[in-house]
């Protein structure tokens, strides 16, 4: 019921600037598009578990989080393989930690 579907958009770009694995052995996140979501699961009490993303969000997911489905360029894995959402304007801030940790303020 957790089950979210992603279209695979190649490995973490952001990783050489932003997002580095703690070892060389740790493989470092996969992107992705959510093309489709489950309703989700149920708490103890019976209340719906909202997932942590929607259709449409680009997402970085662990690579043996999920399941590639046949003949297709699609993964299924459980919303809890779902590492983060990442939020608009991230490619900005891999242009900006180009410039140096001081270009990585963000102003509202």
Same mark, same amino acid.
Do not use: W
């Given at each position: 019921?957790?089950?979210?579907?992603?279209?695979? *958009?190649?490995?973490?770009?952001?990783?050489?600037?932003?997002?580095?694995?703690?070892?060389?052995?740790?493989?470092?996140?996969? *992107?992705?598009?959510?093309?489709?979501?489950?309703?989700?699961?149920?708490?103890?009490?019976?209340?719906?578990?909202?997932?942590?993303?929607?259709?449409?969000?680009?997402?970085?997911?662990?690579?043996?989080?999920?399941?590639?489905?046949? *003949?297709?360029?699609?993964?299924?894995?459980?919303?809890?393989?779902?590492?983060?959402?990442?939020?608009?304007?991230?490619?900005?801030?891999?242009?900006?930690?180009?410039?140096?940790?001081?270009?990585?303020?963000?102003?509202?």
């Amino acid at each position: 019921m957790d089950q979210v579907v992603i279209e695979p *958009r190649g490995k973490n770009p952001y990783s050489t600037k932003i997002m580095t694995a703690p070892s060389a052995t740790q493989p470092l996140p996969n *992107r992705g598009i959510v093309i489709a979501v489950g309703p989700g699961s149920y708490f103890s009490d019976g209340e719906r578990m909202p997932l942590t993303c929607k259709v449409g969000d680009e997402v970085l997911y662990h690579p043996a989080a999920g399941i590639q489905l046949d *003949r297709a360029e699609l993964v299924l894995l459980s919303d809890k393989g779902i590492l983060c959402v990442v939020p608009d304007g991230f490619e900005a801030l891999d242009a900006a930690s180009e410039k140096g940790p001081s270009s990585l303020i963000l102003n509202d």
